[in-house]
């Protein structure tokens, strides 16, 4: 089964295309091969505001997104222009027209473009629906849309939080023909989602079932990392900033000298509290009122809280994450989001896993971030799941809507 991911929730536009086989829900041994995957970053263009700029991350998402979709599909046989185009019918037409009212520029691409083509051998669109970027997400749904309009696809929406999950349970190598399987889960398993967004601990009993268990209160891991870097002066996205700078304090003497003693002290957050929540909105006005204590803040000052941030994220995530494993019993653990590319924190939850005899699941560096592959798979899993879920009805399409129920993670 072929199926196009297309993700368009924050600042990555991406397109991937995948071809699966086999059952999840019964063996759990379903193996895909990765088509295409195509992901642009729009960080450069937001850096200058020192974050994500809704209106600006529409407007590139309404220009790139065809670009992109055709740059992940054109190695694929099939895949080509026809001798003639032939315009859509003025029915079509004007659906198109009603689909695109926002992103008048994509629908002008569209018209121009999709008609030259022949319709490529996929058998569903999996596209991310939330949570994330209203404007943003709207862009890939009505893409997802329009295409299922035109060439009569299914729509599968997918919830990004899933995505991520997804991309900590592919199999790196791949055998001769190419495809990749799944890692094995042994429930129950827990699951950190750690993101810009969302910081969440949930519960997996059985396959695609969750229940979430506790949530960040107010800011995620990831808008922590951010929101603190830009009191240090570092650029957007503030995570791998802050991991750089924190690396350089771990590797000087002065570190070594002191035995990675810091001067600075943070707080961890609701680390002693009996529920499985998170807090980080603390962390930042700790970090600002250091800071202002501190006259000269040479680059020594900025590496050493660099590295207290990093270890008083890390030390909440795994001490919270503990507590989840242990009430639930969990034999698996699986990590998710963008936040899971820093490596103090894998190398904390590799140990954690270690103490605790069970398998640590975790995306590849190059997973850790958005992409469309994650939304390929986990569309496709779904698929598998419950044929219902293939919603092929046009009705049923035009009903989808951006950050629309979340049902999937509560
Ligand atoms: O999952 P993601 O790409 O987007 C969302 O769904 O939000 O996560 C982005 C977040 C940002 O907050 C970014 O600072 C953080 O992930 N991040 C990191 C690292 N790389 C990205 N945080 C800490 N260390 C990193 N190496
Ligand atoms: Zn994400």
């Known amino acids: 089964m072929k199926i196009l991911g297309i993700e368009t929730s924050c600042d990555e536009t991406a397109v991937a295309l995948v071809d699966g086989k086999g059952d999840f829900s019964k063996t759990f041994s379903p193996v895909f091969r990765v088509l295409g995957n195509t992901v642009l970053t729009q960080i450069p263009l937001h850096r200058k505001y020192g974050g994500v700029y809704p209106s600006l991350a529409k407007r590139e998402h309404a220009k790139n997104l065809l670009p992109v979709f055709i740059e992940t599909l054109k190695k694929e046989?099939?895949?080509?222009?026809?001798?003639?185009?032939?315009?859509?019918?003025?029915?079509?037409?004007?659906?198109?027209?009603?689909?695109?009212?926002?992103?008048?520029?994509?629908?002008?691409?569209?018209?121009?473009?999709?008609?030259?083509?022949?319709?490529?051998?996929?058998?569903?669109?999996?596209?991310?629906?939330?949570?994330?970027?209203e404007p943003a997400l709207w862009v890939g749904l009505n893409f997802a849309k329009a295409l299922a309009l035109v060439w009569n696809l299914p729509v599968i929406p997918v919830n990004h939080m899933e995505g991520h999950a997804v991309s900590a349970?592919?199999?790196?190598?791949?055998?001769?023909?190419?495809?990749?399987?799944?890692?094995?889960?042994?429930?129950?398993?827990?699951?950190?989602?750690?993101?810009?967004?969302?910081?969440?601990?949930?519960?997996?009993?059985?396959?695609?079932?969750?229940?979430?268990?506790?949530?960040?209160?107010?800011?995620?891991?990831?808008?922590?990392?951010?929101?603190?870097?830009?009191?240090?002066?570092?650029?957007?996205?503030?995570?791998?900033?802050?991991?750089?700078?924190?690396?350089?304090?771990?590797?000087?003497?002065?570190?070594?000298?002191?035995?990675?003693?810091?001067?600075?002290?943070?707080?961890?957050?609701?680390?002693?509290?009996?529920?499985?929540?998170?807090?980080?909105?603390g962390l930042k006005t700790a970090v600002l009122y250091t800071l202002q204590k501190i006259p000269k803040k040479t680059s020594t000052v900025k590496a050493e809280m660099a590295s207290e941030i990093e270890n008083a994220i890390t030390e909440t995530l795994v001490s919270k994450t503990r507590k989840a494993m242990e009430s639930a019993r969990a034999k698996t653990l699986i990590l998710g989001g963008g936040v899971t590319a820093n490596k103090t924190i894998r190398a904390a939850f590799q140990?954690?896993?270690e103490e605790n005899h069970l398998e640590l699941l975790i995306p590849s560096a190059e997973l850790t971030t958005d992409n469309a592959l994650m939304i390929a798979l986990a569309g496709y899993l779904r698929a598998k799941a419950s044929e219902k879920n293939l919603k092929k009805s046009w009705s049923a399409i035009k009903k989808i809507k951006a950050n629309g129920s979340l049902e999937l993670l509560k």
């Open 169 to 281: 349970l592919l199999e790196e190598k791949a055998n001769k023909k190419k495809e990749r399987g799944f890692k094995k889960i042994i429930y129950p398993a827990v699951l950190l989602l750690v993101s810009g967004g969302h910081t969440e601990l949930i519960l997996i009993k059985a396959p695609l079932r969750y229940q979430l268990l506790g949530a960040t209160r107010d800011d995620a891991a990831g808008e922590a990392f951010d929101k603190t870097a830009r009191l240090l002066g570092l650029p957007y996205p503030g995570g791998p900033e802050i991991a750089k700078l924190a690396e350089t304090f771990k590797n000087s003497t002065l570190s070594k000298k002191t035995i990675q003693k810091n001067r600075f002290s943070l707080p961890r957050p609701m680390i002693s509290s009996d529920n499985l929540d998170f807090s980080f909105s």
């Open 351 to 353: 140990k954690l896993a």
């Open 77 to 133: 046989k099939g895949f080509e222009k026809k001798n003639r185009a032939s315009a859509f019918d003025s029915q079509t037409e004007a659906e198109l027209q009603k689909i695109f009212v926002r992103e008048p520029e994509l629908l002008e691409q569209f018209l121009k473009i999709i008609p030259t083509l022949k319709k490529p051998k996929i058998d569903a669109i999996a596209v991310t629906y939330g949570p994330g970027l």
